[in-house]
């Protein structure tokens, strides 16, 4: 489907100094084997450039190009058992939702990328598919974990407690909205949810594990159940009735990837194109370096889904890394209660001017994996996030707002320069509050 022009140019893409922006075209019946040359294959994310007026004709000639020419098979990841994929090398993963986003992951050539894909008129970004070591940054402190009783006193949920009041002392007291939630479908894209465990027991709303991009759909090493928890658990939560739907893009056997990050945040999307009406927020706390999972961040709040992510753990500027960067997205660090009742700001969180505001995120109580009624203490912006997440359910539990408007009411109604020991790290110094009744 390359004319022979192209076809010579392909044979020959190990030559550094070569450069082409010639289009994709179907003009010739034959294809270049790309597996010809000595260069090891390597995983790369891939977004096409596509608007309201071409994307139809975009994704039709790209992948009809990839389809025949490279002879793999193309799979929709949203529909995808990834079970069921024995060679990676031989699948292109479309994680396009159409009218929104358009790419797909697969394997090149370096030298390939360089000199041709990157060049065309269509690529908007092709970037390596990296496994983040990590992935959650060491953020989870691990405390000696507490079983809860059959009541449970105020002060052990200091970070709820927090963030319905402006001001110190603490009152013992979590209120919110008495629709606490419902009615809005919180997506938390991370490392699956332990079902069974009492915090989503009983609860108005439901907690399922929709969507799974690893072999194995259950939570093995907590941390989705923990954030899962503060969204909106029955007792742990911020908000108890909202909808918590899980989405796992990793897991102890499943390193997680930028493309996972891509598959997660498109999977989501692609609900909200399939009922627009759906109130939707997606909670991530993974963060990556890869301009691809901040262009599928920044597409998603255009499709009016509200975004929320946590700034990271490393003590560094979260404009360095991508959800965050996103400036529609809302960037979530880690505030901490001192023992004298103040606010400061963590010593390990990221900071900078890509935060939208702090929320508690230092030895929270959170529903641990390790039996039903086990809940622990830990630490992390992952843990800053969903308190945030569960604040904007409440809002949109009670009203209808566009991301923008979202993000603008938390600002609004938080509390303002309360966190103390920014020093050398300039933030903006504002903490959640979660609406009034």
């Known amino acids: 489907m390359f004319s022979k022009r192209i076809l010579n140019i392909l044979l020959i893409l ?6 082409i922006s010639a289009p994709l075209t179907s003009d010739d019946a034959t294809c270049p084997n790309l597996s010809g040359t000595n260069e090891p294959l390597i995983d790369y994310n891939v977004v096409l450039k596509t608007d309201a007026t071409n994307y139809d004709s975009v994704v039709k000639n790209h992948f009809e190009m990839l389809e025949k020419c490279l002879q793999r098979e193309r799979h929709n990841v949203h529909e995808l058992d990834f079970s069921s ?6 699948v292109i993963f479309d994680f396009s939702v159409k009218g929104m986003i358009a790419g797909y992951t697969t394997k090149f050539t370096k030298s390939f990328v360089e000199n041709y894909l990157s060049k065309l008129n269509d690529v908007a970004i092709v970037n390596e598919n990296k496994v983040i ?22 002060d052990k949920m200091p970070n709820l407690d927090r963030i319905d ?97 891509i598959n997660g945040i498109t999977y989501v999307m692609q609900q909200k194109a399939n009922d627009p009406g ?8 993974a963060t990556s370096t890869d301009s691809a999972v901040g262009d599928a961040a920044s597409k998603a709040v255009e499709a009016g889904i509200h975004f929320v992510v946590g700034a990271g753990n490393r003590n560094l500027d979260a404009c360095g890394f991508f959800p965050g960067k996103v400036e529609t997205v809302v960037t979530v660090t880690a505030s901490k209660i001192t023992t004298n009742q103040q606010d400061w700001i963590t010593d390990w969180c990221n900071w900078g001017k890509c935060v939208t505001l702090f929320a508690p995120g230092e030895n929270v109580p959170v529903a641990g994996i390790g039996n039903p009624s086990e809940i ?35 600002l609004r109604i938080a509390s303002k320069d309360k966190i103390q020991g ?13 609406p009034s009744p």
């Open 278 to 285: 759906r109130k939707i927020v997606l909670n991530l706390s």
């Open 133 to 154: 070591e990590d992935p959650f940054e060491n953020e989870v402190f691990k405390q000696a974990p507490f079983v809860r009783r059959a009541e449970r006193l105020a």
């Open 376 to 410: 622990k203490l830990e630490s992390g912006t992952s843990l800053s996030a969903p308190h945030v997440s569960g604040a904007i359910a409440l809002m949109l539990a009670n009203g209808d707002f566009t991301p923008e408007q979202s993000k603008a009411e938390l």
């Open 85 to 90: 994929i024995k060679d990676n090398n031989n």
């Open 165 to 261: 009041q402006e001001n110190f002392p603490l009152d013992l007291k979590y209120i919110y909205p008495d629709s606490a939630g419902a009615g809005v479908d919180v997506f938390v894209v991370d490392s699956g949810i332990f079902l069974e465990h009492e915090e989503f027991q009983g609860r108005q709303g439901k907690t399922i594990v929709e969507k799974t991009f690893c072999n194995n759909p259950a939570d093995d090493n907590g941390h989705g159940t923990n954030v899962a928890s503060l969204v909106g658990g029955k007792t742990l939560g911020v908000a108890s009735n909202a909808n918590i739907i899980g989405v796992k893009i990793t897991g102890n056997d499943c390193p997680l990837t930028s493309q996972n990050i």
């Open 422 to 434: 920014l020093k050398y790290r300039p933030t903006a110094n504002v903490l959640l509050r979660v």
């Open 14 to 19: 190990n030559l550094p100094y070569f450069i």
